[in-house]
């Protein structure tokens, strides 16, 4: 038991008053503990070193045998009081009672302290602090602030002229020492968000096999399928209250990066603690692996995921609810599952499947939606009138174009009480057939078929804008360059301030950039973008192009949700979120 070495085990599901003497105290005694000691989850066959404990040497821990060592006795009947346990190490106590796994916590300190990311504190730990949990000739001298620290690194990234080495540094440093990850990025946010978050992260992706060093998530593929319950188990944190889910099918702009999707909920969930200020470890990132279409990724030899081609239909669907059902059976009714980048065809069915039993929430769908309308009402401000006044064109019409239609079809008849249908006939969609009508209805999608109006078929989006004579123009079509100097120009001719949101990201997909939209207008447009531009000079003037990006909304609707224990998503609080 020698090996212990400073550990103290608690049962996770509480101390009991009738624990086993500690050497020189009293029995039922607790000892006091300095609140920012790190409490590790660690299995029970093993001590904080790696030591194996084998069966007898925990039985000799119950009997009080090794009373020479720091031990408190488990009593496995001890449960979690309603409300949860005192809060001895400043971590948030459970709030709801839930199984608890039958193991051990160990309290780290010295070399071990160092190498846990979520309490390491580097040189900031004080000379109190070194003495205190054994950290004493393990760091230099010299303690320095975490601002000090911030301004090193900050220093250091900016050195980096590729932002994917950026990207990898930030990474770095959220694996080593997270408390300092979050003071960088919450400092530095206008400058670090298209690193950790659009552009950076779309490359990130892409070349998540190359770069991929620690996991940062929970990885469920078909060889999980049967037991998806235990391998939420195997997530360390057991207090979850959102969830980013992926199945890499649609990585924004970029296609199919199955497995290497899993940067998307790494970067989303930063967001959230950075900008809604949800805790860390309350965060799950989940990719759900049912293989991948994409050739180049099959055949590469880097490739993490599984080496087949999606899984589809019942397969898949099955997947899927087994997971819908662990994730409620092991965190609660109050979990939020944030949806990211699935492809059309999975992503309507999955929110339309459940929003009613789960607090589900599709990014793409509704957060975009909720961002891009928010940015309406703002141009509204400058354009003058009402959400009816204006008459809105897309290119476009799957995930994103559908949902920002919807939404502002909604807020128009909140505002005017008209009929929803009605308001629906103030949006027109585009796709790569041209533009939807009736005539096309018995050939669409299902999620298509309500902008399907009244209209002469028309192919291309120019003669669409020269029809319909949108004063709003979106893009959603994740491909680039489709906005054309003849697009703009017609959008100028009859708009004085012409509405043109440019949404698809990477920045390489973008329909148009900032520079060609306030050039073709004449410093006319009003225009944002998914992933940000820089300011542009035109004519003396200098424009700051906007950013429709849902950093904007999700942080803070997925906070308000935890916030007021909401068990399912409302269209009534998106639209308060986008107001």
């Known amino acids: 038991m020698m ?31 300095p609140s920012s000691l790190r409490v590790v989850a660690v299995n029970s066959n093993r001590d904080r070193n790696g030591s194996v404990l084998t ?20 009593d496995s009947k001890s449960t979690v009081a309603p409300g949860g346990p005192h809060d001895v190490y400043g971590e948030d106590a459970a709030t709801e009672e839930q199984v608890v796994t039958p193991w051990f916590v160990s309290v780290a300190s010295g070399y071990s302290l160092l190498r846990d990311p979520h309490h390491n504190k580097g040189l900031a730990f004080t000379d109190k602090e070194r003495a205190a949990h054994y950290l004493r000739g393990l760091l230099p001298p010299a303690v320095v602030s975490q601002e000090l620290q911030v301004k090193k690194l900050m220093h250091i990234i900016r050195q980096y002229q590729v932002p994917l080495q950026k990207y990898m540094a930030m990474m770095d440093l959220q694996e080593s020492n997270e408390k300092l990850f979050y003071k960088l990025l919450i400092d530095n946010v206008e400058e670090m968000l298209p690193i950790v978050y659009t ?24 060889k999980e399928k049967g037991c998806i319950h235990e391998v939420l188990r195997n997530w360390p944190e057991k207090n979850i209250e959102v969830i980013v889910v992926t199945d890499g099918e649609r990585i924004l702009g970029l296609g199919d990066l199955g497995c290497q999707g899993m940067g998307i909920p790494v970067g989303k969930l930063a967001l959230y603690t950075a900008l809604g200020g949800v805790r860390p470890s309350a965060c799950l990132p989940v990719t759900i692996d049912v293989g991948t279409n994409n050739e180049n990724l099959l055949n590469d030899e880097y490739y ?17 609810h087994e997971f819908m059902s662990a994730v409620k059976q092991t965190y609660g009714e109050k979990v939020l599952i ?46 003058g009138g009402t959400l009816a006044d204006h008459t809105f064109l897309f290119l476009g019409a799957g995930e ?3 949902g920002i239609a919807e939404l502002i079809a909604l807020e128009i008849s909140k505002q005017t009480n008209m009929p929803v249908e009605e308001t629906r006939k103030k949006v027109w969609l585009v796709d790569s057939k041209g533009l939807i009508v009736s005539s096309r209805r018995e050939s669409l999608q299902h999620f298509k078929k309500p902008w399907a109006h009244e209209h002469e078929p028309v192919k291309t989006l120019l003669d669409a804008v020269n029809d319909i004579k949108p004063t709003v123009l979106i893009g959603t079509s994740g491909v680039g360059k489709t906005f054309t100097k003849e697009v703009i120009e017609a959008m100028a001719s009859f708009n004085e301030k012409p509405i043109i949101l440019s949404l698809s990201n990477p920045t390489s997909q973008s329909e148009c950039t900032a520079e060609e939209a306030y050039t073709w207008s004449q410093g006319r447009a009003i225009f ?52």
């Open 3 to 33: 090996s212990l070495n400073r550990s103290i085990f608690l049962s996770n599901a509480g101390i009991s008053s009738s624990s086993s003497p500690f050497t020189g105290g009293q029995r039922g005694s607790v000892p006091s503990v």
């Open 55 to 74: 069966e007898t040497t925990r039985k000799d821990v119950r009997d009080g045998a090794a009373s020479s060592s720091s031990v408190i006795d488990v």
């Open 199 to 222: 552009p950076t992260v779309g490359e990130a992706c892409q070349k998540y096999g190359s770069i991929f060093g620690r996991p940062q998530g929970l990885y469920i593929s078909l």
């Open 304 to 320: 993490i995921g599984l080496r087949q081609r999606r899984a589809t239909g019942q397969e898949y669907a099955e997947l899927l």
């Open 338 to 383: 944030q949806f990211e980048d699935f492809a059309n065809h999975n992503a309507f069915d999955l929110l339309a499947k459940y929003s009613t039993t789960h607090l589900v929430f599709n990014d793409d769908i509704q957060g975009t939606a909720s961002v891009v309308l928010a940015g309406l009402v703002a141009a509204l401000k400058v354009v």
């Open 400 to 402: 994103a174009g559908t």
């Open 528 to 579: 944002a973008s998914g992933s940000p531009f820089a300011p542009f000079e035109y004519e003396g003037k200098t424009f700051m192009p906007g950013q429709a990006n849902n950093a904007y909304i999700f942080p803070g609707l997925g906070l308000g949700l935890i916030m007021s224990g909401a068990i399912r998503v409302h269209d009534d609080m998106l639209l308060a979120a986008c107001e």
